[in-house]
């Protein structure tokens, strides 16, 4: 499971280099809210253009940090109270995990 993120960096208000990213990591459901994070991430894939490997691999590092602090706190996706379907999901799903590529659903019957 994982986003894809386009990226520009900027040195001060001068654009630097631009790409984009690719975020994996576990899914962490949080019925409570209703709410998909993204934990234990890493970066898959990191393409930028106009600067040295040796700059890649310090934005990929920074990258690593902003990610594990922000896409566990921050959801990815959030099931809507106004949604009749999401409603119905919200209250009947425990828990989902991705298993060798494959998404596991634990449902609680009323």
Known sequence: MGIDVDLALFSGEKPISQGSVFISGQIDYRPLGGEFYLKDTHIDNLNLQGISKE????????????????????????????????????????????????????????
């Open 55 to 110: 700059r890649v691999k310090q934005v990929e590092l920074m990258l690593e940090i902003i990610a594990r602090g922000l896409l566990s706190k921050i959801p990815i996706y959030r099931l809507k109270e106004e949604n009749l379907k999401h409603r119905l999901a919200k209250s009947m799903l425990k828990s989902v995990k991705i298993n060798n590529g494959k998404m596991e659903i634990a449902l609680e019957l009323f």
